[in-house]
């Protein structure tokens, strides 16, 4: 199957450099277009959507291949080898961060950098450990999910967008849940949740930023604090924003965050 077709992929950009944006759960690449034009001038933008979510083959849903965020590492890779004209910048929201993170321990030789916003290397708190969720909080979501997903997603999306003062995002974010295909979005949240990629942040090299909003219900601070600690060499830049998605409801601040990072590496 072609890869464009799969994951609907887009290359916008003149630079010579290539950054691969990849969104979250619920969610397409139609969520990055703040970013775009801040960045279209100097890097080649590859966006996707993962399979199952927006304008991709929902055909190529495998629920076996997709039972572990591994099947989008895998996908992500071989994006990368047809569409990047060197290391790429991987940039990946939430969900996509941890996905992000197994390509770039699979082949580091293939990324320049990788930028996390609102990661979450495990959601479920564990010991001292705090992921912002106890195991019944999961078996909850998951189980309203279940009976439930469009009142589930009409309820959680503005709360997870948070930016009280632009109730359009969460409307938005609440109809572009609503657009997903229930039984894959159930599945992919189930793979979500109850992901713990903790052990995975120590074996990464390659240079990484992570962006962590200071009020966010999904990745509380504490998180984006462990995963800074546990990736070796890596910068944390707070952005004072309330919700799980700066690069929608903090634009600028998150460019701003980016360009500086990138521009410390070159």
């Known amino acids: 199957m072609q890869l464009k077709k799969r994951n609907n992929i887009n290359v916008l950009g003149d630079g010579d450099a290539t950054m691969i944006l990849v969104h979250g759960f619920g969610c397409d690449q139609s969520m990055w277009r703040h970013l775009v034009p801040a960045f279209r001038d100097k890097y080649r933008l590859v966006l996707f959507d993962l399979v199952g979510s927006g304008g991709s083959d929902l055909s190529a849903y495998d629920k076996n291949k997709y039972s572990t965020l591994r099947g989008y590492a895998d996908d992500l890779l071989e994006i990368v080898d047809h569409y990047s004209t060197g290391p790429a910048v991987f940039v990946g929201h939430s969900v996509s961060a941890m996905i992000g993170l197994l390509a770039s321990n699979a082949a580091a030789h293939k990324f320049a950098a990788q930028i996390m916003v609102g990661p979450s290397a495990c959601y479920i708190d564990d010991d001292n450990y705090r992921g912002g969720f106890s195991r019944a909080d999961i078996d909850d979501l998951l ?12 309820n959680m999306a503005p709360a997870i967008m948070g930016a009280p003062e632009t109730p359009e995002l969460g409307v938005e974010l609440t109809n572009s849940f609503c657009r997903t295909d229930p039984d894959i979005a159930k599945h992919f949240a189930r793979v979500t949740f109850l992901s713990d990629h903790r052990a995975d942040l120590a074996k990464s090299t390659t240079p990484t930023l ?18 800074h600690r546990a990736i070796p060499g890596s910068q944390l830049a707070m952005i004072e924003n309330t919700g799980h998605c700066p690069h929608l409801s903090a634009p600028a601040a998150s460019i701003d965050a980016m360009r500086a990072y990138l521009a410390g590496l070159r």
């Open 210 to 227: 992570i962006l962590q909003c200071t009020d966010d219900l999904i990745a509380p601070k504490e998180v984006g604090d462990f995963i």
């Open 143 to 154: 189980d309203t999910m279940e009976s439930n997903y469009l009142g589930w997603s009409s």
